[in-house]
């Protein structure tokens, strides 16, 4: 497990921007700080999605931003080029893997074939649409069989939160319930804080 991957592991719960513009980034970045997860996964399929990734990488070293979502080989040097410390990717591209691993940047593709992981000495990966992949019966068989722990994803909702992170085999989770629309909307950043603040319970000090 790489350094990246062990500041997830302690983190458990990766908030997901999905909705939230690069003129946000100073809201954003003070909200994450104040409730103390300082970490945050960047929708790449989102509209400016890659400006706000550069926003955090450059004026906020302090906060672990990473690129969500990144669907191509493109997209992925796009997040590298742009500092991003970690890539979720919803597929399995092993010119996408190698790429990140020269890179040295943490990657956490999809697949529910443990044998490609063992293929690309993959000990991490992304579970997303959790339930839509078989939830736990598979979660534990690769992570019996193949020794792999997941990051999971897939409309997560806070009420969900601990039956997945109390699981043997789930290192972690991502989701973007932190994030409420209205709030954002309404540049609420203190209902946002407050929302962070419930999800860094979850962190292991």
């Known amino acids: 497990m790489d350094y990246t991957t062990r500041i997830l592991s302690r983190l458990r719960c990766i908030p997901m921007a999905k909705a939230i513009r690069p003129t946000q980034a100073p809201s954003l970045a003070a909200a994450l700080r104040e409730s103390g997860l300082k970490v945050i996964n960047i929708s790449q399929q ?60 943490s990657i956490f593709p999809v ?49 969900e939160m601990a039956t997945y992170l109390n699981h043997s085999h789930v290192l972690a989770m991502t989701g973007s319930w932190m994030f409420d629309k209205g709030a954002i909307a309404a540049n609420n950043w203190k209902e946002i804080t407050e929302n962070l603040k419930r999800a860094r319970k979850w962190v292991i000090e």
């Open 46 to 105: 989102m509209q400016e999605g890659s400006l706000l990734l550069r926003a955090l990488v450059q004026d906020y070293p302090d906060i672990l931003a990473g690129a969500g979502n990144v669907q191509t080989l493109e997209e992925a040097q796009k997040a590298v080029d742009e500092g991003a410390k970690f890539i979720f990717s919803p597929v399995f591209n092993e010119e996408m893997i190698k790429l990140c691993l020269r890179n040295k940047v």
């Open 111 to 159: 697949t529910t074939d443990g044998s490609l992981c063992r293929k690309m000495n993959l000990d991490v990966i992304g579970f997303y649409p959790v339930d839509k992949l078989g939830g736990f019966p598979v979660i534990d068989k690769l992570g019996e069989e193949f020794k792999l722990q997941f990051i999971v994803a897939g409309h997560i909702t806070e009420q």
